[in-house]
């Protein structure tokens, strides 16, 4: 950030300079959410939000404002998402903590969320409800806090997803619900443990596509929670297979999945045994979670 042709040496880095002057640089560097972006960052560092951006707009920022803009500035320019560089992210009307050990939720993984408790209504005040691939927690604990009475636990094989998942049962005062590292199922083995519903966000998409992602997906999000081998549907299969063994009678499955996957995972969950086979769009249109029950 320095003065620029036509412009004073001396000038003061206002709320309104700083703006003008990073919005440019993304646009220019082609990023579709230019002006969103550097206003997130700018809020992020002042502490205030968007509207005051607008009423302090001549406020000059002092050199330990500028410096932590910078920083922040940067690291978005090259590609870092702007949930990481915030710490947050908000699903389903809750702020979740998010840094680059979990995936980032998406507002198309609430589908799924939609999808298991209009398929349990039957079951709001007494449910037992496992998540699998829980990464933040995202979909265990909006199941928890919209079903104060059930109880969740969220499984994700990756120690340090788990742990960023147990930080934000703590934040958002899910106590109904518990985190546990696990590769799926493998730690419910030989407990004699049903569940009423069984949800899964896992990994799924196919492994020569990764490198086609978005720079902020590809260079920063864990390749654990992206990958799902060949074609996609590797833990698919796993879960659609193990699921029976830890489903209850009359027991929900439901799934996410990628668009042009529906029909495949359907395929898998009938194959097995289940149920009353739905897919459900998201509100992009595409097929989003496939869901099942399981009556034996």
Same mark, same amino acid.
């Given at each position: 950030m ?9 000038e003061?880095?206002?709320i ?8 440019? %640089? $993304?646009?220019? @560097?082609?990023?579709?959410s ?8 700018l809020c992020?560092?002042l ?5 005051k951006l ?9 050199k330990?404002e ?8 940067l ?24 840094d ?5 939720? @998406?507002? %198309? ?5 939609e ?5 349990t209504?039957?079951?709001d ?6 998540d699998?691939?829980t ?7 909006s $199941?928890?806090?919209?079903?104060p009475t ?8 990756s120690?340090?997803?788990?742990e ?5 049962v703590?934040r ?5 619900c518990?985190?546990?590292v696990?590769?799926?199922f493998?730690?419910?083995e ?8 069984v ?8 492994e ?14 864990? =390749?654990?929670?992206?990958? +799902? ?11 659609a ?10 027991g ?6 990628m668009?042009?996957q ?7 969950f ?5 149920t ?6 998201? $509100? +992009?249109? =595409?097929? @989003?979670?496939?869901s099942?029950a399981?009556?034996p």
């Open positions: 320095t003065a620029t042709r036509g412009e004073a040496p001396g003061a880095w206002t309104r300079r700083v703006l003008a002057w990073a919005v440019d %640089d $993304l646009k220019k @560097r082609a990023f579709t230019a002006r969103l972006d550097a206003e997130l960052l992020h560092v502490r205030i939000d968007r509207i607008l009423v302090d707009a001549e406020r000059p920022l002092d330990a500028l410096a932590r803009y910078r920083e922040l500035f690291r978005r320019r090259n590609g870092e998402p702007i949930a990481y560089l915030l710490g947050v992210r908000e699903f389903y009307g809750r702020p979740f903590r998010v680059r050990r979990v995936l980032i939720p @998406r507002p %198309d993984t609430e589908t799924l969320v999808v298991a408790l209009a398929r209504r039957h079951l005040l007494s449910a037992r409800v496992l699998l691939c990464g933040s927690g995202c979909v265990a604990i $199941l928890a806090r919209e079903r059930t109880c969740v636990l969220g499984l994700d094989l120690p340090d997803a788990a960023v998942a147990r930080e934000n703590v958002l005062g899910a106590t109904n518990a985190i546990g696990s590769d799926l493998s730690a419910l030989g407990r004699g443990v049903v569940f009423d519903l949800t899964a966000n896992p990994p799924y998409i196919p020569a596509e990764i490198d086609t992602l978005a720079v902020d997906i590809r260079g920063f999000e864990p =390749h654990l929670a992206l990958s +799902g081998g060949s074609d996609g549907l590797v833990l698919l299969r796993r879960i297979a193990e699921a029976p063994r830890f489903l209850a009678p009359g929900v499955i439901a799934v996410e999945v668009s042009g529906a029909e495949d995972v359907s395929a898998l009938a194959a097995q045994g289940f009353a086979i739905e897919i459900q769009k998201d $509100l +992009g249109g =595409h097929e @989003r979670v496939v099942g399981w009556k």
